[in-house]
């Protein structure tokens, strides 16, 4: 069926009408403002989306840091059994190593997959398949240590990575659909909310009193099906993606239900004429795939932005703080025994920066806080370059090291850390948005792997000088953004994709625009004669 017939015959149906009637009446339509806090079923959606999403990816992040002696001793005690010989030290670190690097591997993995289960299953019902794989790769964890085989850590490890790759493409591709836009912002920060929710939840489970000692750390590994049990439960009772009911599917009529039940009767109208628009923008497209999107000059500084920016959130510097951290707290005089609890202090910080950042970003707006962030940050590995330098100069220097690495993190999630992922959902409109994702996240984990792997090359070289490699990637992003990304908050994604038109095609920008409104009027003739 051809577009604009597929579009004439959903303003056909009762469930529109009341809407098109209301185009005749702008009296009525103004006097109703949008709501400025959500509603309580787009706040418990939020939560039922996270916990089985970024939660996940922040808990097994953290988790496996605790057990790290354990787990040395479990495959030397395996390796003797099994073989009656000594496992040497080399072989050893190698196999630490791939336990510890598969989860980036599986993440991966993920990401390439996120985007084709959001558009065959829904992006709820991928959410929920997701969860399979984490309660399967919970129970390959968990029996390790009492089969004797360390091959199911490692399976294990990779099953949960490409868990986490899919919750982190699939979650902010969600709930950036049934947000309405005046508070998009706040609510896609349930993204980070939860991430840095996972990794304090997974510092404080690990600590040697809970679930980190040697006795309990399988049982560690596989809680990871608590936070999949606790979605599989709560999920279920929200509705499918309205966006993505009405343009993916055509199905007007549960894309209407969704929203009532997001927005509420009184609000829901203003989203599904914006939901309406874009289905008639894009004329009928169907769900890209991501090389569509390398070869299409219509989204290439969106993508240039989107990679700019998920590559500069990995290689600003925030894994060398961590590194840094234990350092930096033994020379403020922190015993050892205590770093772990001081360390919490950083997830907390996280955590607080990602409330923050979700209270300001519809206030402030996204080009504020990100290019503050890294700005900040600029600032802060420039000033704990010369406090490690000089840290043994004056008894206060260790102390001002200290500050800036809380500094780092705060600067971190009130900038990068939070606005990333919500401006991902905002450049691309509802064709293409699933396949950057899948983009987006295959670029922040091979960033992720790469730093991993490079880090401690660039340590062991440059020493306390590495951050003046981060202060001046943080710059040159900061610039970028200020230079290329336009505001986004309180704007539709055609809005938003009009902006970039004017540095897709330049001159023939305007040419562009005529185009579209072209289809506006030619949209409203038809809500006419179907009214």
Not at 81 to 104: C, G, M, P, Q
Not at 300 to 317: E, P, Y
Not at 385 to 404: A, D, I, K, N, R
Request: hydrophobic share 45%; proline share 4%; charged share 15%.
């Amino acid at each position: 069926m051809a577009p604009r017939h597929t579009f004439i015959k959903f303003c056909k149906g009762n469930l529109i009408r009341p809407m098109l009637r209301m185009e005749h009446q702008p009296l009525l339509r103004g006097s109703s403002s949008p709501c400025k806090l959500p509603s309580w079923t787009l706040f418990l959606a939020v939560c039922a989306v996270g916990i089985g999403g970024t939660f996940q990816y922040g808990y097994n992040v953290s988790i496996i840091n605790a057990p790290t002696q354990h787990i040395h001793k479990f495959l030397n005690e395996t390796w003797s059994s099994r073989y009656h010989k000594e496992l040497n030290a080399d072989l050893l670190t190698f196999l630490w190593s791939v336990i510890a690097s598969i989860f980036s591997l599986g993440g991966l993995c993920g990401a390439l997959i996120g985007g084709s289960m959001a558009i065959r299953l829904g992006r709820k019902g991928a959410l929920l398949m997701n969860n399979v794989i984490a309660i399967l790769a919970s129970i390959l964890m968990g029996i390790s240590f009492p089969t004797g085989l360390f091959e199911l850590l490692i399976a294990g490890r990779f099953l949960i990575g490409i868990n986490s790759g899919v919750g982190l493409c699939v979650q902010p591709l969600y709930i950036g659909e049934f947000a309405p836009k005046h508070l998009r912002g706040g609510l896609a920060m349930g993204t980070s909310i939860f991430l840095t929710g996972g990794i304090l939840t997974g510092q404080i489970i690990g600590l040697r009193e809970l679930l980190g000692g040697e006795k309990h750390w399988p049982l560690l590994l596989s809680s990871s099906c608590i936070p999949a049990l606790a979605q599989l439960l709560f999920l279920p009772w929200f509705p499918e993606s309205p966006r993505y009911l009405l343009i993916d599917r055509g199905d007007e009529l549960s894309c209407a239900k969704a929203l009532k039940r997001f927005h509420g009767s009184s609000e829901y109208r203003r989203e599904l004429e914006d939901i309406q628009r874009e289905c008639f923008a894009l004329e009928g497209e169907k769900p890209r795939k991501p090389w569509q999107l390398f070869t299409d000059p219509a989204v290439r500084w969106q993508l240039i932005t989107v990679i700019v920016m998920t590559m500069g959130q990995q290689l600003s510097g925030i894994n060398a703080i961590y590194f840094y951290a234990t350092y930096v707290f033994e020379q403020a005089g922190i015993v050892a025994e205590k770093i772990p609890y001081v360390t919490l202090g950083t997830g907390v910080c996280e955590c607080l920066t990602a409330l923050s950042c979700g209270l300001l970003i519809d206030y402030v707006g996204r080009r504020c806080l990100i290019i503050g962030g890294y700005l900040l940050m600029t600032l802060w590995c420039t000033v704990l370059t010369f406090s490690l330098t000089y840290q043994e100069l004056y008894s206060w220097v260790p102390y001002m090291s200290m500050m800036c690495v809380f500094a780092f993190i705060l600067s971190f999630g009130l900038g990068p850390g939070g606005i990333t992922n919500t401006l991902t959902a905002e450049l691309f409109v509802q064709s293409s948005r699933p396949a950057a994702y899948m983009i987006a996240g295959t670029v922040s984990w091979i960033s992720f792997f790469t730093v991993g792997m490079l880090f401690p090359f660039i340590v062991n070289g440059l020493k306390q000088y590495c951050f003046v490699v981060f202060l001046l990637e943080c710059f040159f992003v900061a610039a970028f953004i200020f230079l290329i990304i336009p505001e986004t908050k309180n704007k539709s994604f055609l809005e938003i994709k009009k902006e970039f038109n004017k540095l897709n095609f330049g001159r023939n920008a305007r040419k562009k625009e005529t185009e579209l409104y072209e289809r506006r009027q030619l949209q409203d003739e038809f809500l006419k004669v179907s009214a």
